[in-house]
């Protein structure tokens, strides 16, 4: 399937879509991509 518009974050444990320039949604799982987390802590609406 070709690649969307909207991606997904990269970060594990988050469902935020990320920017378009980005793998992430946020500075916050840029610096957590490669840790994994229960409960995601960007604060992005529906990660809280
Ligand atoms: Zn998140
Ligand atoms: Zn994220």
């Known amino acids: ?26 500075a916050y799982c840029e610096s957590a991509g490669a840790t994994p987390e229960v409960v995601c802590g960007c604060g992005c609406p529906g990660c809280a």
Request: net charge negative; proline share 0%.
């Open 1 to 26: 399937m070709a690649e969307e518009k909207k991606k997904t974050c990269a970060h594990l444990g988050c469902n935020c879509s990320a920017d378009e320039n980005s793998q992430y949604c946020s």
